[in-house]
């Protein structure tokens, strides 16, 4: 599967999760797609940590405007009713439980739902930046992730990588497969047709309980 597909499969399943009404954070790279494959009718309201509630999509031509930006620095709009406030204001709100969901990206997650997301030894990065209070702060926390990094796992028994926040995974959506959270292990929920529970296996480095329901990945 190329690059352009995995990111379109699963950020299309990923939309699949967020329902109408929901309060919604998008983190940087990848879980950015995900308004793109919303249902039709569904209505969320997507919240940047930078202090915009309604963010829209990215502006068309040369519509970019300096002052609307996202958390990653990307140019956006303001949707109908969108309000702006300053980070404290923002925050206020995350550590306020009054964030519905929460989809980030991932380098390593493991199998007790800890996360690991901002950085890797010898690299220089500016800071974890708002993703810890995310995931303690939000009701619900989605992996928008790759399977695998230079066909490497990134799902793995224990997290080698320092830790952005402990046990508060709860869906990991990958371009192979929808893994849920479970106090008893990783639970396979769903497959995708273009790979065997076996693939899935080989590629992930913890124990999976396969689910007596598994069913084919929803699209």
């Not at 799902?155 to 497969?177: D, S, Y």
């Not at 990783?186 to 076996?198: A, C, G, N, Q, S």
């Amino acid at each position: 599967m190329d690059k352009n597909k995995t990111r379109e499969v699963i950020a299309r399943r990923v939309a699949l999760e967020l329902k109408d009404g929901d309060v919604a954070n998008l983190g940087i790279g990848l879980p950015t797609l995900v308004p793109n494959y919303l249902q039709p009718g569904v209505r969320v309201t997507l919240h940047s940590e930078n202090g915009l509630l309604g963010t829209g999509p990215a502006p068309a031509g040369e519509g970019e405007d300096p002052e609307w930006t996202d958390a990653g620095g990307g140019f956006v709009t303001a949707m109908p009713g969108a309000s702006t406030f300053d980070s404290a204001t923002s925050f206020a709100l995350i550590r306020g439980g009054h964030v519905d969901v929460t989809v980030l990206g991932a380098l390593q997650v493991d199998e007790r739902g800890d996360l690991a997301n901002w950085i890797i030894p010898g690299k220089k990065v500016p800071g974890m930046g708002g993703a810890m209070d995310l995931l303690v702060g939000a009701r619900r926390v989605i992996l928008a992730m790759e399977h695998t990094a230079r066909g490497e796992p990134k799902i793995l028994e224990k997290c080698t990588l320092p830790l952005t926040a402990a046990g508060q995974v709860n869906l990991i959506v990958t371009e192979m497969a929808v893994i849920e959270v479970t106090p008893e292990g990783l639970v396979l929920r769903e497959l995708h047709p273009d790979f065997t529970v076996e693939q899935v296996r080989a590629a992930t480095a913890a124990t999976l309980i396969i689910s007596n329901e598994l069913q084919p990945m929803k699209q």
